[in-house]
């Protein structure tokens, strides 16, 4: 991604030339980067807490408030984000959307068809985060 928005740079700047393709190239990888992504920044406990209250609390409590964080807003988020998705990636597919710019990228509906993989991704992550939390409140 940083080797293709330097080759764009470079293109319209030092040759002037500029290309509606490589530039969606970019918004396309930095697009696939966070989709794929997310889940992955679950597992490793990536993602933004109020670590402020959480780290005061014990093993346990924490635990807790994962499981309860999880049911209560994870799971259905990401539940809802699948559900509506695919009647919006299916019309996408249908009609092989394609870049709405002159030069743009075919395959619109390739890049949206990572919205509901991102969604069933973090479900999963999130049912496994559910059962690790699970287990830290029975043997603690």
Not at 34 to 59: C, M, N, P, W, Y
């Amino acid at each position: 991604m940083v080797v293709v928005t330097c080759g764009v740079v470079v293109a319209r700047y030092v040759f002037n030339f500029g290309s509606i393709a490589l530039q969606e190239t970019v918004m396309y990888m930095h697009g696939a980067v966070f989709l794929l992504g997310i889940a992955f920044t679950l597992k490793e406990q990536g993602h933004v807490r109020v670590d402020v209250l959480h780290e005061k609390f014990s093993e346990r409590t924490r635990a807790v408030i994962d499981i309860v964080g999880n049911l209560l807003f994870l799971l259905p988020v990401a539940g809802y984000i699948l559900w509506a998705s695919l009647d919006y990636v299916s019309f996408s597919w249908s009609v092989k959307e394609s870049s709405a710019q002159p030069g743009g990228l075919p395959g619109v509906y390739l890049l949206k068809t990572l919205i509901p993989i991102m969604a069933a991704l973090l479900i999963l992550q999130g049912l496994s985060e559910t059962c690790k939390s699970i287990q830290r409140v029975f043997t603690q």
